[in-house]
């Protein structure tokens, strides 16, 4: 069964610096892709970065950059540069090849203050 | 914006009534998963609909069904509701390319906030 976990209820960073947020993961797929999604208050669910099982570099989108580290079942999400907007629910999730359904972590509530 | 609208944004309703939950996709795109978001907690799969044609499952009782129009719009019907039905539904289009998985990219509507009473 596949699996995503999120450690970190609440993160907080303060405006301009980096953060770190963790996802693990765990599936039995060779084939697999591992997104990062983004909620605000208001709800809707923003498409922020997607890596591959097979990819070689780590994603990277603007101020988004994935750690993958696929032997350790990680793609931890790097936000540079915080800013106060980035206050949000953040959410790792994962599909496999033979599955058409995302499967969600618990998410990470980010707080940016200034 | 995803280009992705749903209908209604809130919704009341009483435990035992029905209620229809409305998705439009994106442009172009011809799958529709729909997702149940509980209170604090990650959103779950319900079902997806691909070129009209339901295309996978998640736990949920066959009280939950959808449709899926030639437009590739789509609907999510709950009968018999109850207090744990209580949520944020969340409609999410993608392109459907065979083959195409894990790739393709789910893009999310704003969601429908379900209150039973």
């Known amino acids: 069964a596949q699996k995503i976990t999120q450690t970190q209820p609440g993160m907080f960073v303060q405006e301009k610096e980096a953060v770190t947020l963790d996802c693990t993961y765990d599936t039995s797929d060779p084939s697999y892709g591992l997104f990062w999604y983004k909620q605000p208050s208001s709800g809707e669910m923003i498409f922020l970065i997607y890596?591959?099982?097979?990819?070689?570099q780590n994603a990277t989108e603007g101020r988004y950059s994935l750690n993958f580290q696929k032997a350790r079942k990680s793609a931890n999400l790097v936000i540079s540069a915080s800013q106060l907007g980035d206050s949000a629910m953040y959410f790792c999730a994962m599909r496999g090849r033979n599955t058409d359904k995302l499967i969600f972590g618990t998410g990470t509530r980010l707080q940016v203050f200034p | 914006e995803t280009g992705v609208t749903q209908s209604p944004t809130h919704l009341i309703k009483t435990r035992g009534q029905q209620v229809t939950l409305r998705c439009s996709s994106q442009s172009g795109h011809n799958t529709v998963s729909w997702y149940q978001q509980a209170l604090g907690q990650g959103p779950q799969f319900i079902f997806q609909y691909y070129r009209e044609e339901e295309n996978g499952r998640g736990n949920f009782p066959p009280r939950f069904s959808g449709l899926q129009f030639p437009n590739y719009s789509s609907e999510l019907n709950v009968n018999a509701l109850e207090l744990d039905d209580s949520a944020l539904y969340l409609c999410a289009s993608s392109l459907g390319l065979a083959g195409s998985a894990p790739k393709e990219t789910q893009y999310f509507g704003p969601g429908t906030r379900l209150l039973v009473l």
């Open positions: 890596q591959g099982s097979y990819d070689q």
